[in-house]
């Protein structure tokens, strides 16, 4: 993909923003509040030939954008046109495409609008010379190439684009994630990331545009710790990447990793110290289709202890670990398919024994349309896992409320790197899904299942569209308005693919060759560019239900067990944050010392810039 189709995808932020010069000025107000002194629609004044009050320009971290329109100036149409594409060269300056594929691998498709504010502030009515204020409204769809799934499920989007040259350099460096979370038995926890490209970072320290795409060297690190308590999660580590020519094979890497853990697990405290060296590659199977191959091998530190106790034995062992990881938007639904298999072979260094694990999870999310941008969120997903062999305590399965997030973890995380330590049930915390032993003491199986479905339900007030189903000022065959979400269509399904092909074509690629490269980048991006100008939302507040079943077994002498689990929610996501919060009950099932209901809560600040 780095290749040619890398070529052929670079174009695309340009190409792809054309047409808003070629049709003309669209006017369009973007949800502006209104203000004290009316505006006059755009569509009613004639601008032309009036000075210019005021120029603003809308965006993210927008800063002061040098145009060749200033306050004062007599406003024409050459100057609107040299405006615009002024702004949209400093929207793309010191290759925002570069940096967007760098720290977040994502492409974004441009169009400008323009208002004319025909009573701005400052004008004296009849008494003066009309003014005129003009406010652009630069709007951008981003495509992620890497995280598919973020394309068609929600999360956290703005339809501005950002001003990479304002944004502060060490915000801009580190790409940070603030978050804070709460589990029954974890307790309230604060968190944070980073993930910085240091081969990027470099150069953009000196100003310079990041050259290729083709390697960095990514440091990351992540941390989680109970306020209340004495848990915590910590890792981090480096890892290096290369995306060589053929479309097929995405990515290669090679990577470090170390990790700190204290954890609730059942009645004890599960401490657990990790470093793994590991290789992975990704391949592109079909345009929406990627599939992860990752192997390992990692030393580890742990002991099993009674909650508050302190110190216990350590026991070291040596892991072979791997995982397989499929990621698809399947064709014609477009719904997001993740499926993944993680098996381990451990060693212990100190006793000779050994087992194995295999855990497989499959889930798939899709947001089913009622009306343009009010959507029934559906998530499913299943999971099971097997172990064999004599493994220590703290190896076995234990159930309950995960910190993972199956559908919104980034494929190479360490999060969906690591195998998960039992099924999934949120009306339990953390690691307290266990069996119960004899004298009520509770341990681990070897074999669970679980099967977990969310069902996110719209409410039309309590959401706001990112691209409005607003009318613009040009027309279609029939002399109708057409909407910007038509512009943005036709412009992906439409005047992008022509153009993307005449541009390959310049440089030098054979007519079919060229042809068969733009359809292929194409349709790439374009069941994402449809969902996001379609369904997508700037923010949006649903009330979910949920459903837990789960099974474990594989006890040394104990029954095995299964849970039932009800729940209600509320799925908040707006512009850079997600939050979800709940409460779950046990409906079925034994429930020990941890009640029958538990509260959890997830509140992630990300897509800061």
């Known amino acids: 993909m780095y290749g040619l189709h890398a070529r052929a995808l670079a174009c695309l932020g340009w190409l792809l923003a054309a047409p808003c010069f070629a049709e003309g000025v669209t006017a369009l107000d973007v949800g502006a509040a209104p203000r004290a002194s009316a505006s006059v629609p755009a569509q009613a004044c004639i601008p032309t030939g009036r000075r210019v009050e005021y120029v603003k320009v809308l965006g993210r971290w927008p800063g002061k954008v040098a ?4 306050p004062g100036d007599l406003l024409t149409t050459e100057k609107l046109s040299a405006a615009m594409e002024a702004l949209l060269a400093a929207i793309d300056a010191n290759n925002t495409l570069a940096l967007g594929l760098r720290s977040r691998g994502e ?23 009309p003014t005129v204020g003009v406010v652009f409204h630069p709007i951008q769809v981003s495509v992620s190439l890497e995280r598919i799934g973020d394309n068609v499920i929600p999360v956290p989007r703005s339809a501005l684009p950002t001003f990479y040259d304002n944004v502060p350099p060490p915000l801009l460096a580190l790409n940070p994630r603030f978050g804070a979370s709460y589990d029954r038995a974890f307790g309230a926890a604060l968190g944070g990331a980073v993930d910085a490209d240091l081969i990027g970072i470099a150069q953009a320290a000196r100003g310079v545009a990041p050259a290729s795409t083709a390697q960095s060297l990514n440091l990351h690190a992540a941390g989680v710790k109970a306020v209340d308590g004495p848990y915590y999660r910590a890792d981090g580590g480096l890892r290096y990447s290369f995306r060589p020519t053929p479309s097929w094979l995405r990515e290669a890497s090679l990577r470090w990793d170390g990790a ?17 060296l590991s290789a992975g590659a990704a391949f592109s199977l079909a345009p ?5 191959v990752d192997a390992g091998v990692q030393d580890t530190s742990d002991s099993l202890r009674p909650v508050g106790a302190g110190g216990g034995q350590a026991s070291n062992a040596r892991e072979i670990s791997s995982r397989l990881l499929l990621d698809s938007l399947p064709p014609p639904v477009y719904g997001f398919l993740r499926a993944a298999v993680w098996g381990g072979r451990s060693e212990l260094t100190d006793g000779g024994a050994s087992y194995k694990r295999l855990v497989g999870r499959i889930g798939y999310a899709k947001e089913i349309a009622l009306s343009p941008n009010q959507t029934v969120g559906l998530e499913v997903q299943a999971g099971a896992g097997t172990l064999s062999g004599a493994a220590p305590a703290y190896a076995l399965f234990y159930g309950g409320n995960s910190p993972t997030q199956f559908f919104n973890d980034a494929p190479s995380s360490s999060a969906m790197l690591a195998m998960p330590g039992g099924p999934l049930l949120r009306s339990m915390g953390q690691g307290q899904a266990a069996l119960s032993a004899a004298g009520g003491t509770l341990v681990g199986g070897k074999r669970f299942t679980h099967l977990n479905l969310n069902l996110a339900l719209p409410v039309a007030r309590w959401s706001r569209p990112l691209i409005p189903n607003q009318l613009t000022d040009l027309e279609d065959a029939q002399g109708q308005p057409v909407s910007l979400k ?20 310049a440089q030098g690629l ?6 068969h490269e733009a359809d292929s980048a194409m349709a790439e991006i374009r ?13 949006s507040v649903r009330p979910l239900l949920m459903l837990d079943a789960a099974g474990l ?18 799925a908040v996501t707006v512009v850079t944050a997600r939050f979800e919060v709940g409460y779950m009950r046990t409906v079925s099932g034994p429930t020990y010392n941890d009640g029958r209901g538990a509260f959890f809560l997830r509140l992630v600040f990300q897509n800061l810039f």
């Open 67 to 70: 145009l060749p329109l200033a």
């Open 107 to 129: 492409i974004g498709v441009v169009t400008i609008d323009v208002e004319f504010d025909c009573n701005p502030p400052g004008a004296d009515g009849a008494a003066a010379a």
């Open 260 to 276: 700190a853990v204290l954890e609730p697990q059942g009645a004890n405290e599960h401490w657990r110290r990790v470093n793994a």
């Open 288 to 292: 929406t289709t990627r599939l992860f």
């Open 486 to 505: 038509q512009v943005l269509r036709r412009q992906v399904d439409v005047s992008g693919p022509a153009l993307l092909a005449e541009a390959l074509k």
């Open 510 to 515: 054979p007519a079919q060759e060229a042809t």
């Open 527 to 539: 069941p994402a560019v449809h969902f996001i100008i379609d369904d997508a939302n700037l923010y």
């Open 553 to 570: 077994s594989g006890g040394e002498g104990v029954a095995p067990a299964r849970w039932l689990g009800l729940g209600v929610g509320l």
